[in-house]
């Protein structure tokens, strides 16, 4: 669609997506670029402003991620953040070198508050650093607008060319007015109008999916969760009859989890679709058997619930299009949206076979971070109990199971999985916790349980807050409430002896385990 754009060039940085995602919160269109993207590219993309991420190299390394001086004259805006603004200043002529003082953490730091950058910012304001580099010089037609204690360029400008740079991160939240900040450049300094609205986008994309289509027959590839269900709604309201909704029922869903999602979307729910179920459990654990490898697992499944699909198709008849509830987290995740390492393999994108029968696979909501996906889930009209439920990943409790997956285990994950969620509702937690979820752990030890020994599993829970599922702070239940789910595990479900609670944030870890 045409609409103005920022784009994000990729260094490597572990807050790339975090930069997009801010972007987007000013209500302006934003996207992640590898930096090795051609410089034509760049160009025909016509953005409104250019951000130039953080990374871990140093820029005067040999070797470094870098960028041509020309994207400095293109004539567009450009915000360097971290190693961005050192990669500027490098490139232009200024001096970057190890710091004599390493910063990290919260810093007080004054900003020059002329700057169109620092409008209506506090002179003196916290922000996050993360560096063992620093600006020495800045390079030649810029000046110095910010600076810490031991950080004696922090900010620089070069006014009339709207080149920018700033040595912290204004995109975590630790930064407290940064999304003042980044909102000050993508309007005051790129003169964006903000258009990414999401009405805007829905009644787009179904006008183009419309057009798309044409009188093709689409399949949707419906799994129950937020994602797919809301893909299915808007393509229903794009085609109409021409789509077909086909529930895969892998054995890895979470307990009763089959027999829900029928009943929201079969004959009998509120949504007038052509509901389809393939119960196809056995065939997913004989594919697993064995597999122990997490990228292994994942691209098993992709492939396989591609196999269900085709199969399908040609019950249905001639079907043109494969619909897929892709979001952007899975494309950046899988690799395929900037310069960052490859997370892990999403079942739609990074796991898909290298040969599929469709003319074209259809992903409307590929653009788009999970609470936007809910913004438009209720543009749509789909209820919030729906468009608000628990998150659950494509390759199901296989993904929860780490090692190999049996039905036994996936037994075990259920039900203690089950018990967590029903003991969160109870105490009133579950509108406050962005995900929660029971994982079965490949850890097995001595326990002691009616004065016999034991040796069996480790469940471990999980509970995190997050906004953009891109970062998550562990959520602080009370003790209490663990106590009572470890208490229910251990006596409920069989071959399980300990239940472990997970204490780690993303980054460094994903949310989910596998």
Known sequence: MNREKIIVIDFGGQYNQLVARRVRECNVYC???????????IRQMKPKGII??????????????????????????????CYGAQLMMHVLGGHVCKAPVREYGRIEVTVNSSSPLFANVEKKTICWMSHNDYIERAAPGFEVIAHTPDCPVAAVQWKEKKLY???????VLHTVEGTRMLSNFVYEVCGCAGDWRMDAFVDNTIKTIRERVGGGRVLCALSGGVDSSVAAVMLSKAVGD?????????????????????????????????????????RFYGKLKGIEEPEQKRKIIGEEFIRVFEEEAKKIGAVDFLVQGTIYPDVVESGLGGESAVIKS???????????????????????FKDEVRKAGLELGIPQKLVYRQPFPGPGLGIRIVGEVTAEKVRMVQEADAIYREEIAKAGLDKSIGQYFAALTNMRSVGVMGDERT?????????????????AEVSQIPWDVLGKVANRIVNEVRNVSRVLYDVTGKPPATIEFE
């Open 31 to 41: 996207e992640i670029y590898s930096y090795k993207t051609e410089l034509d590219k």
């Open 52 to 81: 130039l991420t953080g990374g871990p190299d140093s820029c005067y390394r040999e070797g470094a991620a870098s960028c041509e001086r020309a994207l400095f004259e293109l004539g567009i805006p450009v915000l360097g953040l």
């Open 165 to 171: 740079g700033i040595q912290f991160h204004p995109e």
């Open 242 to 282: 021409q789509l077909t909704c086909v529930f895969v029922d892998h054995g890895l869903l979470r307990k009763n989890e089959g027999d829900e999602v029928e009943e929201v979307f079969g004959p009998n729910g509120p949504y007038d679709l052509n509901f389809v179920r393939v119960n196809a459990q056995e």
């Open 346 to 368: 999403h079942h739609n994108v990074g796991g898909l076979p290298d040969y599929v029968d469709f003319k074209e696979i259809i992903e409307p909501l590929r653009d788009l």
């Open 455 to 471: 040796y069996d599993y480790a469940v471990a829970l999980r509970a995190v807050s997050t906004v953009d599922f891109m970062t």
